[in-house]
């Protein structure tokens, strides 16, 4: 069953992590600063939903798959999700909840024209990846003195990203003609991109289970991951308070 790491590293380990994760802050802020830009449905594709009227699955579904595989953050609190699962019975039920959550807050947020300040809610996403990473570390356990309940808390963010993509779908205008089947549309191409995001994650993960180095490194990966999520935090923070 899935668990996060019991042992916390020797203190030189974490030592090392700690600065791993400032140094890894400082290269990744602006990287993940022109990602952030970019995560965004792309000006063409802006353009072609604004444009379309009508019933369009093909595209919907496309612009829902496109999404997902390119959207960095989905993808990092996805790879956190699933770091330490081992069988496929439970990478399915995490997965699947992940989904029921995203699924649900983008369809309801869409067709009720609820949105969330989009740099509030990336934000919030960002803390899912903290989360998890944390998680992944066993800090709950250590700090808290108990495990919470994983779960629970993959729906709950699963329902943070779903409100990140309501609310970039919302600022793009779409047609109300044909509104429901485009979004069934775009969901499912959005539960098509994180299947494929899944299977090259897990591909890649099955061949780095195997070797020596995986427990070795896996504190730091999820230290990184950690970093990731607080950068990206920062960044829309930011944007929040200039904008």
Not at 10 to 33: E, G, H, I, N, T
Not at 201 to 217: A, D, K, N, Q, Y
Request: hydrophobic share 50%; with cysteine; proline share 4%.
């Amino acid at each position: 069953m899935h668990g996060p790491v019991h042992r916390g590293p020797p203190r030189a380990c974490a030592r090392r992590c700690l600065a791993l994760s400032l140094f890894a802050a400082v290269l990744a802020l602006p990287l993940l600063a022109g990602a952030a830009l970019a995560h965004a449905v792309a000006e063409g594709d802006k353009g072609y939903i604004q444009e379309i009227t009508g019933t369009n699955i093909l595209p919907f579904i496309y612009l829902g798959a496109k999404h997902m595989v390119t959207g960095y953050d989905h993808i990092l609190f996805l790879l956190g999700v699933i770091f330490f699962l081992y069988k496929m019975k439970h990478i399915g039920i995490y997965v699947s909840l992940f989904a029921l959550g995203h699924s649900t807050t983008m369809l309801l947020g869409v067709y009720f024209n609820v949105g969330i300040n989009s740099y509030i809610i990336d934000a919030i996403i960002g803390l899912s990846v903290v989360y998890k990473a944390l998680d992944n570390m066993g800090a709950f356990q250590r700090w808290l003195g108990f495990q919470p309940d994983t779960k629970l808390a993959t729906l709950i963010f699963g329902f943070f990203h779903g409100f990140g993509l309501s609310t970039k779908i919302i600022d793009y205008d779409i047609s109300p003609d044909g509104l429901l089947p485009n979004l069934l549309a775009f969901n499912v191409g959005v539960e098509i991109g994180q299947l494929l995001a899944l299977a090259a994650i897990l591909i890649v993960m099955g061949f780095w289970r195997r070797t020596p180095s995986f427990f070795r490194h896996a504190y730091t990966a999820n230290v990184v991951m950690m970093t990731a999520g607080f950068v990206l935090i920062g960044y829309q923070l930011t944007g929040w308070f200039v904008s």
